[in-house]
């Protein structure tokens, strides 16, 4: 079982960044592919990015190829996201979470999620 926090959301304005983060605990870090999901008001929750357990294999929604960047190390126990270039539509919740799938992209299969981070963009 993993337990992950996220960290590093808040307000910015459009063309800023923001590195989000995430610290997870439990045993075997390692063996789960971590995604970062978000959800906007009234919209439904999408993948944003994975990373598959062994750092090796990675995933972006098209909206954010280019502008995002997910990275693990599993020594330290964490999942970033760096956010780059960031837009007013990229406002959402964002949340972590863990599978324990080698590398997923369906919502379904993470079993362990975070309370999630807010992050604004301004125009």
């Known amino acids: 079982q993993v337990h992950v926090v996220e960290s590093g959301g808040g307000l910015v304005q459009a063309g800023g960044s923001l590195r989000l983060s995430c610290a997870a605990s439990g045993r075997a870090f390692s063996n789960y592919a971590m995604g970062w999901f978000r959800q906007a008001p009234g919209k439904e929750r999408e993948l944003v990015a994975a990373?598959?357990?062994?750092?090796?294999?990675?995933y972006y929604v098209d909206s954010v190829k280019g502008r995002f960047t997910i990275s693990r190390d599993n020594a330290k126990n964490t999942v970033l996201l760096q956010m780059n270039s960031l837009k007013p539509e990229d406002t959402a919740v964002y949340y972590c979470?863990?599978?324990?799938?080698?590398?997923?992209?369906?919502?379904?299969?993470?079993?362990?999620w975070g309370q999630g981070t807010q992050v604004t963009v301004s125009s």
């Open positions: 990373i598959s357990w062994s750092g090796a294999t990675t």
């Open positions: 979470a863990a599978s324990i799938a080698p590398m997923t992209i369906h919502g379904d299969s993470y079993a362990y």
